[in-house]
């Protein structure tokens, strides 16, 4: 996972093992989350938990949704999911 703005990457957190995990001990991946989490929240982000969440989006249990390089990808309609939607719209 890798958070960057303007072009300079500004926190990260290698995941080695089938990108989901790590070898290293728990404690140093924990503070590594932990940084990670802290930069996003520094710059706004406003999710309780940033790691749950991208692990969830890019996690085969769902196999419907996925995080493409154009936004969050419905991948049974074959199209972009509008991350915002207009009042009425569900």
Excluded: C, K
């Excluded at 929240?41 to 969440?53: I, M, N, S």
């Amino acid at each position: 996972m890798v958070a960057a703005s303007n072009g300079t990457v500004r926190a990260e957190v290698p995941l080695l093992v089938g990108g989901i995990t790590s070898e290293r001990s728990m404690a140093a991946l924990g503070a590594e989350i932990m940084g990670f989490e802290r930069t996003l929240h520094e710059r706004a982000y406003v999710r309780a938990d940033p790691f749950l969440t991208m692990q969830i989006l890019t996690f085969m249990a769902v196999p419907a949704l996925r995080i493409r390089e154009r936004g969050l990808w419905d991948v049974r309609e074959n199209r972009v999911v509008p991350l915002i939607l207009d009042e009425g719209e569900a």
